[in-house]
């Protein structure tokens, strides 16, 4: 099946660094989604995107649709602690009322 | 609103026995899933629902089975519990493409 790969796969940055993560399919997605996972809790929405180039903003986090609908990328500026836990990129299969999801990235922060 | 709830939180099942995880969503959505979620595996569907009285398989639908006879909720069967079945499970809704989800049932099978 389609599958979306996320990369990096695992971050350890400094607090107040910016992060930048990507996901990228081999087939062309008309949705994006982002979502974070705390630990021991189910996954969080954080951004959608529908329209290719569409650039996104929700506080510090910024996510864009790319222009060949085959990638999206999130950034986080000014990293603080409570940004630790694991992001997911997700999308519709064309015409399927489904999500696939990528295998995640991991964000550790050191104080 | 509650969002996504999900009973049990926490399973411990001896190989062979069966168990249902129940999901509710009081938000009126059409749509509802089941996932498993296992180390370095991502979310995985195993099967979701289009609407009341429907059910559809997912990527990993072996050893399970559903029911959706009312629109907000959603069962999870396993009738023969195996080692394999081992993980969380999440429930989610929607109704387009954005999901919200619960917080998870995690299940051992020894």
């Known amino acids: 099946g389609q599958q979306l790969n996320q990369s990096p796969q695992s971050m350890f940055i400094q607090e107040g660094e910016d992060v930048s993560m990507n996901c990228t399919s081999s087939?062309?997605?008309?949705?994006w989604l982002w979502y974070k996972q705390d630990p021991g809790e189910g996954p969080v929405l954080l951004i959608a995107?529908?329209?290719?180039?569409e650039l996104t903003s929700n506080g510090r986090l910024t996510a864009q649709f790319g222009i060949t609908r085959k990638d999206s990328f999130l950034n986080i500026s000014a990293s603080i602690p409570s940004d630790v836990g694991i992001y997911f990129c997700a999308g519709p299969p064309e015409g399927a009322q489904k999500l696939v999801f990528g295998q995640g990235t991991r964000l550790t922060i050191n104080p | 609103n509650a969002g996504v709830t999900q009973t049990p939180k926490f399973r411990v099942l001896k190989t062979g026995q069966s168990m249902t995880l129940l999901c509710a969503q009081d938000?009126?959505?059409?749509?509802m899933y089941w996932y498993r979620q296992d180390p370095g595996m991502g979310l995985r569907l195993i099967h979701y629902s289009v609407g009341e009285g429907t059910t559809a398989k997912g990527e990993v639908p072996d050893g399970y089975n559903v029911s959706r006879l009312k629109k907000q909720n959603f069962l999870l069967g396993l009738e023969s519990a195996a080692p394999s079945q081992t993980s969380v499970y999440f429930c989610?809704?929607?109704?387009?493409?954005?999901?919200?989800f619960g917080p998870g049932t995690r299940l051992t099978v020894t």
């Open positions: 989610a809704s929607s109704y387009g493409y954005e999901q919200y």
């Open positions: 087939s062309i997605f008309n949705t």
């Open positions: 995107l529908y329209k290719a180039g």
């Open positions: 938000m009126n959505h059409e749509y």
